[in-house]
C-alpha cells in the first residue's frame, strides 16, 4: 500500500517540477525577448500560456 503511495507521491512532485521549470524557462525567454529587441507579439502567447 505505502509503493502506491510513493509513486503516487513522485509522479505529483515531477509534475510540479516540470511545471515550474517551463514556468522559469518562458519568464527567461521573455525577459531575453526584452533585452534583444525581439519581437513583441510572441510575448502574448508565452504570458496566456504560463497563466
Known amino acids: 500500500m505505502s509503493t502506491k503511495n510513493e509513486n503516487t507521491d ?3 512532485s515531477s509534475q510540479l ?3 515550474i521549470s517551463y514556468t ?3 519568464m ?4 531575453e525577448s ?3 529587441d525581439w519581437e513583441k507579439w ?3 502567447i508565452i504570458v496566456v ?3
Open 34 to 36: 526584452l533585452l534583444l
Open 49 to 51: 500560456g504560463i497563466s
Open 17 to 19: 517540477t516540470l511545471l
Open 42 to 44: 510572441p510575448l502574448l
Open 28 to 31: 527567461v525567454l521573455v525577459v
Open 10 to 12: 513522485l509522479f505529483q
Open 24 to 26: 522559469i524557462f518562458a
